[in-house]
């Protein structure tokens, strides 16, 4: 609204501008005429006349000048006041509307604002948490890690050292075989007679008797034969150093744990690594020759408990067969008691013919007097209506 009325006074101004200058323009032709009037009847007073008509026009044209000013800022002044009283109320409603206007878009978008930084902070609090929880997993997977990795340097402290590695390989042989066998089938750390001490002794039933288990668990050697190439001498001298110790354990097995009758005439080498008892198959045939003819039978967690789950379907096919006479006994009594039975059943049998006999009695007696109920109803039917 505002470049409107600015308009409109330059309009003004400039229609007042052009008629000012044609009341001057006329002034001046009527004068020039005036002048030339006066210098064609007097030409020697025309310099005289030309000094004064020019005074007079100057004068002239300040007075009207000044009139004009005058009349110009008069008139501008009731020209604004017009404008101003006309446009004042139509300005002060447009400028309540756009304030108005300006609020309430100002306010939408305090409220959207506000919103957008409610979303925000509900979406970073989400974030924020899912950030916590994640963490708290990847704290509580850092400390089973920490954990895991305890364990392993513990369990590489027990295999570096080669009491707790025999142990560890006596309490495997323990958890296998007590998986599989009654407690009164076998007996841990068992002494012998020559004052030898085994790791478990299996009791078998005849002709296998007492079976000995002896865990070992040869690791040093075979960790130095596994860190060279096999083409290298330093593989061969740590191959050759493995060789030894198994030949080893397999005669002390067989000289220690193998004394017929006390024991059974073979004896059981329990390793607790597949790997170790692979290679040993794989790379070490004449190690299981060895061992077989000494009758040392090499066993691994997985092949030991076939033997054992072997062992105990003997033992329970032994102890069904030790007590087939008991069951024989128990049968003839049964039969026994069968007899007695059938007996019972037939004397019973006999009752239940004796009453069903008397039952029969008792309903033919009972439909003989009720005929003779009839009867005598009918009798007394007649003499009434006689």
């Not at 101003?84 to 959207?112: A, M, P, W, Y």
């Not at 030894?244 to 059974?264: F, G, L, N, R």
Request: glycine residues 2%; aromatic residues 6%.
């Amino acid at each position: 609204m505002l470049p409107l009325i600015i308009v409109s006074i330059m309009l003004y101004l400039m229609d007042l501008i052009i008629l000012a200058g044609f009341s001057i323009l006329l002034i001046l032709l009527l004068a020039i005429i005036h002048l030339l009037n006066r210098l064609l009847a007097n030409p020697d007073t025309t310099v005289s006349h030309l000094k004064d008509l020019g005074q007079s026009l100057e004068k002239s044209q300040s007075k009207s000048l000044q009139d004009h000013n005058q009349y110009l800022k008069s008139d501008m002044q009731q020209f604004l006041d017009t404008i101003f009283k006309i446009h004042d109320g139509h300005i002060k409603d447009k400028l309540d509307v756009v304030n108005d206007t300006i609020s309430r878009q100002f306010s939408e978008i305090n409220q959207r604002f506000e919103q957008k930084i409610q979303d925000n902070h509900h979406q970073s609090q989400s974030v924020y948490q899912s950030i916590i929880k994640r963490l708290a997993i990847i704290d509580q997977a850092q400390s089973n890690i920490n954990q895991l990795s305890d364990k392993v340097v513990e369990l590489g402290d027990i295999l570096d050292n080669k009491q707790a590695r025999g142990l560890m390989g006596e309490v495997q042989l323990e958890q296998i075989i007590q998986n599989i066998l009654p407690q009164r089938n076998y007996q841990m750390q068992f002494t012998l007679s020559s004052k030898h001490r085994v790791d478990c002794m299996l009791f078998l039933p005849a002709p296998t008797q007492n079976l000995a288990i002896d865990a070992k668990f040869p690791l040093e050697h075979f960790k130095q034969m596994r860190l060279f190439d096999k083409q290298s001498a330093d593989y061969k001298k740590s191959q050759q150093a493995f060789k030894v110790s198994i030949k080893k354990h397999i005669k002390d097995i067989a000289d220690k744990y193998i004394q017929p009758p006390e024991t059974a005439e073979g004896a059981i080498m329990f390793i607790p690594s597949e790997t170790i008892f692979a290679t040993i198959h794989n790379d070490f045939p004449d190690l299981v020759e060895l061992a077989q003819n000494a009758r040392v039978w090499v066993t691994s967690p997985t092949t030991i408990v076939a033997i054992l789950t072997t062992a105990l379907a003997v033992i329970k096919d032994i102890e069904t067969r030790q007590q087939v006479h008991v069951i024989k006994n128990h049968l003839g009594h049964l039969a026994k008691d069968f007899e007695a039975f059938e007996k019972h059943m037939e004397q019973l049998s006999k009752h239940i013919e004796k009453a069903h006999s008397g039952m029969d009695k008792i309903s033919k007696t009972s439909n003989k007097i009720t005929t003779k109920f009839h009867k005598i109803e009918q009798v007394e039917l007649q003499e009434i209506s006689e």
